[in-house]
């Protein structure tokens, strides 16, 4: 794991925000910062260049799936990890095929979900 990874979090939720928030300090990350909607998220991606992003698929303002395609446009090795209470194959498949490093479904069990953070924090 590094030392410090640092970490964008695109999610228009307070609540997952902050659970995101306590498990990624518990790794060891730092946020470096936080956006609730597509055009601040993408905004703060191009000037903070953050080694991991995540990304929600459904913002109050924006759309989460053109958030990553103007995130990689910026930075076509940009880390975007996805997440989504949706835990769809078509949406999953999409997501991967526009440049995502992975999917994590928000409704599963809190161990999943850390376990999922904890394999994308190790492979940045």
Do not use: W
């Not at 999610?11 to 997952?16: G, Q």
């Not at 730092?30 to 703060?44: D, H, T, W, Y």
């Amino acid at each position: 794991m590094p030392t410090v990874c640092s970490v964008l979090l695109i999610e228009d939720i307070p609540r997952i925000r902050e659970i995101f928030k306590h498990a990624l300090t518990a790794f060891g990350c730092k946020i470096v910062g936080e956006a609730e909607s597509q055009r601040a998220g993408v905004s703060l991606y191009q000037n903070l260049r953050p080694d991991l992003t995540l990304l929600d698929i459904r913002l109050a303002m924006g759309d989460g799936i053109h958030a990553l395609q103007e995130i990689l446009e910026l930075n076509p090795d940009a880390y975007v990890v996805m997440l989504s209470t949706m835990d769809e194959i078509s949406v999953r498949n999409r997501c991967i095929e526009i440049g995502a490093k992975g999917f994590i479904a928000k409704g599963q069990k809190m161990e999943a979900v850390i376990d999922a953070l904890e394999e994308h924090i190790v492979s940045k």
